[in-house]
Nanobody, 127 residues
């Protein structure tokens, strides 16, 4: 099993920045891809970004491309999401996820296929 714990959420004004972290523990050697999803109030959960084990491959939703950057530090078993130029529509609960399959492109992958999920961290962007 793998446990994921997110941190770094909070309240920020539009145009500001936040960095989310996701710390993994347990059978971390089994993880290949990691990523982020988000869920706004009253909406479904959507893909945000994902990254391969080495970090060589990254994928983003069109809505965050150019503003968000995903990265990971395998020595620390931690993944990050640097969020810049935040907009009110970025307000959501952000979930960390990890998967053991050798596929880091989660843009069209069913969420049900992702192996592990964190509890989520709230990000609120005020206008």
């Amino acid at each position: 099993q793998v446990q994921l714990v997110e941190s770094g959420g909070g309240l920020v004004q539009a145009g500001g920045s936040l960095r989310l972290s996701c710390a993994a523990s347990g059978r971390t050697f089994s993880i290949y891809a990691m990523g982020w999803f988000r869920q706004a109030p009253g909406e479904e959960r959507y893909f945000v970004a994902s990254i391969s084990r080495s970090g060589a491959y990254t994928y983003y939703a069109d809505s965050v491309k150019g503003r968000f950057t995903i990265s990971r530090d395998n020595a620390k078993n931690t993944m990050y999401l640097q969020m810049n130029i935040l907009k009110p529509e970025d307000t959501a609960v952000y979930y960390c996820a990890a998967d053991t399959d050798f596929n880091a492109d989660w843009r069209s992958q069913p969420q049900s296929s992702v192996d592990y999920w964190g509890q989520g961290t709230q990000v609120t962007v005020s206008s």
